[in-house]
């Protein structure tokens, strides 16, 4: 257990409709990132937040947005859901803005779009 | 797209096996990763090796990281079957920036698989 918390679990949506998943940090942590990992692929980095502001994208369109709360939780946003967004979505959190350390996992959010 | 590779892409040995797996990268790192994932679960975080650093060890594990072929191993030494699951690299590229990363790049990962 890495102490690092998502909700929810699973979620079915429909093309075009909008989702929020949430993520809480292992405690002292204060930096939070986003991957997406479609099936038989590895997980592909969406964005950071350290102490609430962006701190790195990935190759990911605007309508992947975010925010980190001031007890460094997070939320990620997808906007007009394509088809191809159906994945295993992570979240991970370190200390330090960076990764020179170690991340650490939370258990995914399985999101399905039809 | 992935910028790390992962060979073999599976694996499938006998329990008491040694098992390696081989990842690549393309670009300078701060450091090199590996991770485990069960069944599409999330990530478990195995090692850290630093960029200068040639070899650790963790239990069963030994990781080797070559900078000058842009290449690292990980062996897992006497398999058991709860071995079995997906081993992902990934690696945190050099900000030319701050000179720190802020992302980490994943290879395509090895699936192995340790039979009784």
């Known amino acids: 257990e890495t102490g690092v918390t998502q909700s929810p679990t699973h979620l079915i949506k429909t093309r075009g409709q909008q989702v929020t998943l949430r993520c809480s940090s292992q405690s002292g942590h204060n930096t939070v990132s986003w991957y997406q990992q479609a099936l038989g692929q590895g997980p592909q980095f969406i964005f950071q937040?350290?102490?609430?502001?962006?701190?790195g994208r990935g190759n990911f369109p605007p309508r992947f947005s975010g925010l980190q709360f001031p007890n460094y939780s997070s939320e990620l946003n997808v906007n007009a859901l394509e088809l191809d967004d159906s994945a295993l979505y992570l979240c991970a959190s370190s200390s330090g803005g960076g990764v020179t350390e170690t991340q650490y996992f939370g258990p995914g959010t399985r999101l399905l779009v039809l | 797209s992935q910028q790390g590779e992962e060979d073999p892409q599976a694996l499938s040995i006998q329990e008491g096996e040694n098992a390696t797996m081989n990842c690549s990268y393309k670009?300078?790192?701060?450091?090199l990763q590996w991770y485990r994932q069960n069944s599409g679960r999330g990530l478990v975080h195995l090692i850290l090796?630093?960029?200068?650093?040639r070899e650790k060890h963790s239990g069963r594990l030994r990781v080797t990281l070559d900078t000058s072929k842009k290449s690292s191993s990980l062996l897992i030494t006497a398999s058991r079957a709860a071995d079995t699951a997906s081993y992902f690299c990934?690696?945190?590229?050099?900000?030319?920036?701050?000179?720190?990363?802020?992302?980490?790049?994943f290879g395509t990962g090895t699936q192995l698989k340790v039979e009784l």
């Open positions: 670009t300078s790192i701060n450091n």
């Open positions: 937040y350290y102490r609430e502001e962006e701190n």
């Open positions: 090796i630093r960029s200068n650093e």
């Open positions: 990934a690696h945190s590229s050099i900000n030319i920036l701050t000179g720190g990363g802020n992302k980490l790049t």
